[in-house]
């Protein structure tokens, strides 16, 4: 059986499929079904609003990965080669437009299986069908250029896809993500393998039919669930993956890095943890800054590799940032992801509910001071109180370490200088956030912090137009924009001899 | 029946509302100027509807509409992602009515059916979703200078766009037109020729369902030397695209001095085709056929003047007469196995038939046709498809741009010597070349003076690759992402850092 009936507030019964998502290019028969699988493992979903077990989904093992490996090879030198980018655009287009129509299936099912609230889920819905489509438009104006060296010869360049790309995707926005690779790497030409998360498979699993519904040829785009340890590893190690992508935590990302290495030197590219600084001055407009500190961090319940967790605020308006910010926190509402009004759901698992405790139980051990928060919210569920950390030295653990959850520490600073001095010390850099009334302030402290995004007065502004990555250890490479099409493509240089040989 | 629509009745059975107002504002409205365009059927000379016809005051309305909408909220503040996604709805709409908007085409303008759906309308669908990709991907740059500066550039709407629009492909026209304007951010006065005023305001109804917001785009027809001109002076409009006859061309750039506005030009051509003796003649001959006979010889890029090596002329001249016998079949549009259709209007047909005479004049030898062909009911402006060969450079059939389906062609030896004769004119949009030899093939390429250069092809353009002239074919490029430079305005912002 490769799928179950589920069910949702918001649309009641659905059909959640459970096998493995292989469009398997050899069979034609089974080209619209979601496949068997050669492995019998299964990984169980909880729902981690109420710690109940939803279904169990099949885990791809080896002999699993390296079907899919194959489907996708076979179909990027064969049925694939042969689409034209403008082919590319419009099927990328077409799946943007089966996101829209299904919008509240997906949302419900991010909801369920994820926390999220439905508000926000629904964004990332928006967002995924968005991203899709601008890559859509990407695909047919992927140019090489021609290089005039001299009458000898005529030079051009073309950019060309990578081929087989094997793509890891994180738990925290599972179908945003899955858009994030999908679209620049099917724009370029490549074919895909794609690996959920283990805690949220279920929403990328019916993406896989609207892939079918939208009119890809199969093997494509192959969506496969199961372990990091065993199915991602499969994935990283396979001999005949071209590219692994990956997003997730720091210490995969290296294993990922030294997996390519042990195989065939696949190309790398990562985007891993963070532990943002979010800057505020003492000429910030302080309402404004409130908000977007507080959703810098209680966003998405703390799990954004990009959370502005390290706050710092200018002495002079110090003490009262610090009430208000008390004050602001106490009211996010914490509850069911289904409910309209809440703003924070629950962490999306057991094993990430103890870490953030952990986190905190070791901010107080170091000496930290609790302003707010700092406990378990309710009994049932894996929810967890919005918790503020002040009197934190640089060097804690709570300081250092990504939590990704809802929890942050609050420190002063006394000028531009002091400011990103303190911001820069982190072996992260992924964003960074600067809150001031003062142009040339904004402009000087941006350009002084070390990160792949700064946003100005604003925070977790991410668009699909706008190139995102890590500087130091939050990564490798950029995503999003026209950045990304530099992960997907290779360059090729042709060059034409048009006379003789100088010599014989 | 309303003063603004008609109920039509197309000679292939399809009925439909066709509008015949003005369109301004997302509304249908008169003319104030009282004046009317009636345009014929080219296959068989009957009326099919008369039009408004813009005067100067209705230009003026339509740029007053312009402007405002230029600066509301409505259409400036709009994220880039959205223009994208109006101009991708409205690729959508084409689509769904684009056996309506071919049937209008042929009707009007005589155009193959098959043609007028499978490529003219299928066109339009392509290029409005390649600009809507476009919209959001527009960038500007940061430039480091020093550590005083922080310069970005913005690319910017140009702002109210005039456009005039040709007769020879309605409604593809009006897509290269509006898609890179519109992606860009601007805001549209387009005119229609008067010759086919009536497919681009049956496009008027599906802008407005799109969702564009009223004024963005309006949609005149007028006569040239009144609407034409109107845009073309107007102060308040930024910016003039004209594709048409080159002396056309230089009343729009004389009469677009008067407020300096930025000009964009695609004129006319004389393009040449060169067959150097390697070359796989066969294909030689069936893309020198469509070079010049597709769209009853209509084309601006059309390879009108062909120069043969003399080894291999008389077998081409044989094996291009060939193809016109077996391809070119004159007939009714609407007819499935119809390849050539009329000539658009009674002006161009006689104009054509004028060249003819003066070929003959000046002792060219008529190899094929010359004659108006009859048998389509014994009406129509129908024209057989016409070669002229021991054609002297100097004579005007060589000279001048015939635009019908009549070719000249003529003998060189060497290639240097073709390479000259090729570039003996005054124009420069299109060329071909003809050769297995790749070497040969890039260095001709090089040396001759066209905007476009086809190697072993003929008018196979496409829309994702710029096309403009050289000298006196054109100013500026269209399509591909060099199409957007026509509609925007590069802004350099200085940011000072230094505290003084």
Same mark, same amino acid.
């Given at each position: 059986m490769t799928s179950v009936t589920l069910s949702t507030p918001i649309t009641g019964e659905y059909e959640q499929p459970?096998?493995?998502?292989?469009?398997?290019?050899?069979?034609t028969l089974r080209r619209s079904r979601v496949s068997n699988h050669l492995n019998s493992q299964k990984s169980s979903q909880i729902n981690?609003?109420?710690?109940e077990v939803l279904c169990s989904v099949y885990e791809a093992g080896e002999k699993d990965v390296d079907i899919a490996v194959q489907a996708a090879r076979k179909s990027f030198e064969g049925p694939w080669a042969h689409v034209t980018p403008e082919g590319r655009g419009k099927l990328l287009v077409k799946l943007a437009e089966l996101f829209e129509e299904n919008l509240n299936l997906l949302a419900a099912i991010e909801s369920l299986n994820n926390g999220k609230g439905i508000a926000l889920a629904k964004g990332d819905i928006t967002h995924s069908a968005s991203c899709l489509r601008y890559y859509g438009g990407w695909a047919d104006k992927i140019e090489g250029k021609v290089i005039d060296t001299d009458p000898e010869r005529f030079n051009y360049t073309r950019q060309e896809p990578i081929g087989v790309c094997g793509q890891i995707i994180p738990w925290n926005f599972p179908l945003l993500m899955w858009s994030w690779k999908i679209g620049p790497a099917i724009a370029c030409g490549n074919t895909v393998v794609i690996k959920s998360a283990e805690q949220t498979p279920l929403s990328a699993l019916v993406a896989a039919k609207l892939i079918v519904k939208a009119g890809? #040829?199969?093997?494509?785009i192959n969506v496969i669930s199961g372990f990091g340890k065993t199915t991602g590893s499969a994935l990283t190690h396979?001999?005949?993956?071209d590219k692994i992508a990956f997003t997730g935590s720091t210490v995969v990302g290296r294993q990922i890095l030294k997996a390519s290495a042990e195989s065939n030197l696949k190309k790398v590219t990562l985007e891993l943890g963070g532990k943002s600084p979010n800057i505020v001055f003492n000429d910030a407009d302080i309402d404004n800054a409130i908000a977007w500190v507080n959703y810098g961090i209680y966003y998405n319940h703390g799990q954004?590799?990009?959370?502005?967790?390290r706050i710092f605020v200018q002495e002079g308006i110090y003490e009262k940032f610090v009430e208000r910010f008390k004050e602001r926190t106490a009211k996010n509402v914490v509850g069911d992801?289904?409910? #309209?009004?809440?703003?924070q759901g629950p962490q999306v698992s057991k094993v990430q509910f103890d870490r953030i405790m952990g986190y905190i139980e070791q901010g107080k051990s170091e000496g930290a001071t609790i302003e707010t928060g700092g406990s378990r919210h309710g009994?049932?569920?894996y929810f967890i109180q919005p918790t503020i950390f002040s009197?934190?030295?640089?060097?804690m653990k709570i300081m250092q370490?990504?939590?990704?959850?809802p929890v942050c520490s609050i420190a002063k600073f006394t000028n531009e200088v002091d400011a990103i001095c303190q911001g820069n010390?982190?072996?992260?850099?992924l964003a960074a956030a600067v809150h001031t009334a003062n142009l040339n302030t904004a402009l000087r402290v941006s350009a002084g912090l070390k990160a792949g995004t700064v946003w100005v007065n604003t925070y977790?502004?991410?668009?699909?137009?706008l190139p995102f990555g890590g500087y130091k250890e939050s990564g490798i490479g950029r995503e999003l924009g026209?950045?990304?099409l530099a992960n997907y493509t290779q360059t090729k240089t042709v060059s034409i001899r048009l006379t003789n040989a100088p010599f014989y | 029946m309303s003063d603004l629509f008609v109920d039509l009745t197309a000679p292939n059975g399809r009925k439909y509302k066709q509008p015949i107002g003005l369109f301004i504002n997302n509304e249908f409205v008169g003319a104030k100027s009282g004046k009317k365009i009636t345009t014929i059927?080219?296959?068989?000379?009957?009326e099919i509807a008369t039009v408004h016809a813009a005067g100067s005051d209705d230009v003026d309305i339509a740029v007053k509409a312009a402007r405002k909408a230029f600066k509301d909220p409505s259409w400036r503040d709009v994220a880039t992602s959205t223009r994208g996604g109006l101009l991708n709805k409205l690729a959508k709409l084409v689509e769904e009515h684009a056996e309506v908007l071919a049937t209008i085409e042929t009707w009007d303008n005589g155009k193959p059916y098959s043609v007028a759906l499978g490529e003219d309308v299928k066109g339009v669908v392509d290029v409005f979703r390649y600009y809507a990709g476009w919209a959001d991907k527009i960038h500007g740059q940061v430039i480091d200078t020093t550590p005083n500066k922080f310069a970005y550039t913005i690319r910017e709407p140009v702002g109210v766009c005039g456009q005039i629009i040709p007769w020879n492909y309605p409604l593809s026209m009006a897509s290269w037109k509006l898609g890179p304007a519109l992606a860009c951010g601007n805001t549209t006065v387009i005119k229609a020729a008067e010759q086919t005023p009536l497919s681009i305001l049956y496009l008027a109804t599906l802008i407005k369902e799109a969702g564009?917001?009223?004024?963005v785009v309006n949609i005149l027809n007028g006569y040239g030397q009144e609407a034409g001109a109107a845009i073309a002076t107007?102060?308040?409009?930024d910016k003039i695209a004209f594709t048409g006859s080159t002396a056309t061309g230089r009343q729009i750039m004389k009469l677009a001095s008067v407020n300096m506005k930025n000009i964009t030009l695609e004129t006319g051509g004389k393009s040449p085709l060169i067959v150097f003796d390697d070359a796989n003649l066969e294909q030689a001959a069936k893309w020198a056929h469509s070079g010049v006979m597709e769209n009853s010889g209509q084309?601006?890029?059309?390879?009108s003047r062909i120069l043969v090596q003399d080894v291999v002329y008389d077998k081409f001249v044989e094996l291009y007469k060939e193809k016109i016998k077996l391809i070119?079949?004159?007939?009714?549009?609407?007819?499935?196995?119809?390849?050539q259709g009329p000539q658009v209007s009674k002006a161009q047909y006689e104009r054509v038939l004028g060249y003819i005479e003066a070929g003959k004049k000046e002792g060219?030898?008529?190899?094929?046709g010359g004659v108006p062909y009859k048998?389509?009911?014994?009406?129509?402006?129908f024209i057989e498809p016409t070669i002229f060969t021991n054609?002297?450079?100097?004579?005007t059939i060589y000279r001048?741009?015939?635009?019908?389906?009549f070719v000249v062609i003529s003998s060189f030896k060497t290639e240097e010597e073709a390479i000259d004769r090729a570039n003996?004119?005054?124009?420069?949009?299109g060329a071909a070349v003809f050769t297995q030899n790749i070497t040969r093939g890039h260095k001709i390429a090089r040396r001759i003076e066209s905007g476009t250069v086809w190697i072993n092809s003929s008018?196979?353009?496409?829309?994702?690759i710029p096309f403009g002239g050289f000298k006196q074919s054109g100013i500026g490029r269209e399509l591909?992402?060099?199409?957007l430079a026509a509609y925007t305005n590069t802004k350099a912002v200085h940011v000072n850092l230094s505290g003084c």
């Open positions: 459970i096998g493995l998502g292989q469009f398997n290019a050899r069979s981690p609003s109420n710690e890809f #040829p199969p093997g494509v396979h001999m005949d993956v954004c590799c990009c959370a502005g967790s992801p289904f409910d #309209p009004k809440t703003f009994t049932k569920g009197n934190v030295q640089p060097n370490e990504e939590i990704f959850g010390n982190t072996t992260y850099g977790n502004s991410v668009h699909h137009q026209e950045a990304a | 059927n080219p296959t068989d000379e009957r564009f917001p009223p004024g107007h102060p308040d409009v084309i601006c890029t059309a390879t070119s079949k004159i007939g009714d549009p609407f007819k499935d196995d119809t390849f060219a030898t008529l190899t094929t048998d389509v009911n014994g009406k129509g402006f054609v002297k450079d100097n004579m001048e741009e015939v635009f019908g389906p003996d004119t005054t124009y420069g949009l008018n196979d353009s496409d829309f994702r591909g992402e060099a199409g």
